[in-house]
């Protein structure tokens, strides 16, 4: 279980992002986290993987344990020894090394397993196999996600935190994805999954948590969520509402013009 | 014509020398983003080490031993005096280590004293003839040694785990920290190595020469060819080495012939190329594009 409980996360000593989140990632589920840019999503996986000290921010509430164990603060290689591996916004591969260079920094804490590994992820995705020598930046946008996925697959991480895997992608590849996910997932890795495409990240997970301005606002069964009135409206949007409906005031009264 | 293969055998010694200085320059640039200036003090520091090493454990053992020591003492300068500043403008960091060269140097000197120092190494200035040319056994040595080292590193950073690392790091240090990569080991690692890169230098040009406390300027040579190779391409440094280290031995060579630009042009030479480059090519021959400039 990765257990998030009452965390405080602040910016720079004084902007407080995160309020008293809490959240918990049970072994082998899938988790999504629903919210708007800037509700502090990304701040919330900064602050599990051990990596606020770069921006500045600082744990100042609440802990975070991972089967139990309290994670090691600032340090983000003892967090991915504890089984805890991360996707990060924006994909991040390192674009000037190979596809397999790429992988193999994946397993950097864990050398002695590269070959199996490598044989594990491959299996997953065939196309970085055809394509493991070339240069990471010239994959397409698609092939660049599912590297970032594989290098993160490469720590045989108990718990897999993706940062919008969806960011950018045709839904084509989109619905690839999430498919990946799904048999990420089976193998027995626990999920946290922070979308803005609630369809998506809601149609695989089962629960799910929203998030905004740094506090969780609902917290339910992801098939509840799906059928909830205000996350209908506001990240479906399933509700094909004519824009005079939407108006909600009275055009006044002109005299001039 | 052999005139000119001569000269251009004994740039390549010069430009062996330059292309290890230039290396350590970039290893650190690469991995901080900072340029340290503290590299002439390291490669003083190394040459003198091995006059004292030199006697109990002969030149190649006194300069294996001087490497090491000089890498720990890069590594304890990086510890106490870089690190603390991590997260600050690269600009302060530069000066800082601008600080730490003159302090390094100044110490230093205190061990050269007044004697007349020597690395003691086998060749002095004894030469070879090869395939018809008259060469200098040290020049022959600085060519082979710089060559053994450059291929090491290369093939480290190509195929080792810490290497790998390092030049992830040097891509995307966050993303790097993510895959559980120690940053700042790898500011360690890499200050250690630009240490040793210097020692060598150092004693390679103090070779067939006396250590004094002047030897570190020829370290500045290693700005112009870090700026004509470029800040963050370690194949630049070597490459940019060894075109400064020819172009400088031709100059010498050829001086007689434009009496007009006077008696020493040649030391001033790397610093013209240094000119040209930031016109015509600011980021260098192989230096990415967007690199700041310090």
């Known amino acids: 279980m990765l257990q998030v409980t009452n965390l405080e996360v602040v910016y720079d000593d004084v902007a407080l992002v995160l309020r008293g989140i809490s959240l918990a990632v049970g072994p082998g589920k899938i988790v999504a986290l629903l919210g708007a840019n800037g509700a502090g999503k990304t701040t919330l996986l900064r602050a599990i993987t051990g990596l606020l000290d770069v921006h500045d921010g600082e744990i100042t509430k609440g802990q975070i344990t991972v089967d139990g164990r309290p994670i090691p603060r600032k340090s983000p290689a003892g967090i991915v020894r504890l089984g805890v591996s991360q996707v990060m916004e924006g994909r991040r591969i390192f674009a000037e090394l190979t596809v397999e260079e790429n992988l193999r920094l994946g397993a950097h804490l864990n050398p002695r397993s590269v070959k199996e590994n490598l044989g594990r992820v491959f299996d997953l995705f065939p196309v970085l196999e055809q394509r493991r020598r070339s240069t990471a930046g010239y994959l397409s946008g698609g092939e660049q996600q599912m590297l970032a996925l594989a290098r993160a697959l490469m720590a045989q991480p108990k718990y897999l935190l993706l940062d919008e895997p969806s960011l950018g992608l045709a839904p084509r590849l989109v619905e690839q994805i999430r498919d990946l996910i799904v048999a990420i997932n089976e193998t027995g890795t626990g999920v946290l999954l922070v979308e803005q495409n609630a369809t998506m990240a809601l149609s695989i997970a ?18 509840e969520l799906l059928g909830d009135e205000d996350i209908r409206e506001f990240y479906l949007g399933t509700k094909s509402k004519s824009f005079k409906d939407v108006k909600h005031y009275q055009r006044r009264k002109r005299w001039l013009s | 014509m052999d005139e ?23 290893i650190i640039f690469k991995a901080t983003r900072v340029i340290s200036f503290a590299q002439p003090a390291f490669m003083l520091a190394g040459a003198v080490m091995v006059t004292y090493l030199v006697g109990p454990l002969g030149f190649w053992g006194a300069l294996a031993a001087a490497t090491v020591l000089t890498g720990l003492l890069a590594l304890g300068v990086e510890r106490t005096a870089v690190r603390p500043m991590v997260g600050r403008p690269a600009f302060v960091v530069a000066i800082i280590t601008l600080g730490v060269d003159i302090a390094v140097r100044v110490i230093v000197n205190a061990y050269i004293g007044n004697d007349v120092r020597q690395v ?9 003839e090869l395939a018809g040319l008259i060469i200098e056994k040290r020049d022959v040595a600085r060519i082979v040694t710089a060559a053994v080292l450059v291929a090491a590193l290369f093939a480290y950073f190509r195929f080792t785990r810490m290497g790998l690392a390092m030049r992830a790091a040097s891509y995307d240090q966050e993303a790097a920290m993510a895959q559980g990569v120690s940053v700042g080991g790898v500011f360690a690692v890499s200050w250690a190595m630009a240490g040793g890169l210097a020692a060598v230098a150092g004693t390679f040009v103090a070779v067939g020469e006396n250590v004094d406390g002047l030897m570190w300027t020829i370290a500045l040579v290693a700005l112009p060819v870090i700026i004509l190779g470029g800040l963050d391409s ?32 040649s030391v001033i030479t790397p610093y013209v190329v240094m000119l040209i480059v930031l016109l015509v090519k600011p980021y260098g021959l192989f230096g990415t594009r967007e690199v700041e400039r310090v």
Do not use: C
């Not at chain 2, 293969?5 to 330059?18: H, T």
């Not at chain 2, 003691?120 to 070879?128: M, Q, T």
């Open chain 1, 206 to 223: 089962s629960h799910g948590y929203v998030m905004e301005t740094g506090k969780i606002v609902l917290d339910k069964p992801a098939a």
């Open chain 2, 4 to 26: 000119l293969l001569e000269s251009v055998v004994r740039g390549l010694g010069r430009g062996s020398v330059y292309a290890l200085l230039a290396l350590g320059f970039v």
């Open chain 2, 120 to 128: 003691g190494d086998p060749w002095g200035l004894s030469r070879v």
């Open chain 2, 234 to 265: 370690p194949a630049g440094a070597v490459l940019g080495g060894v075109i400064v280290g020819v172009l400088q031995e031709l100059v010498a060579g050829y001086q007689s012939h434009f009496p007009w630009l006077g008696g020493n042009i």
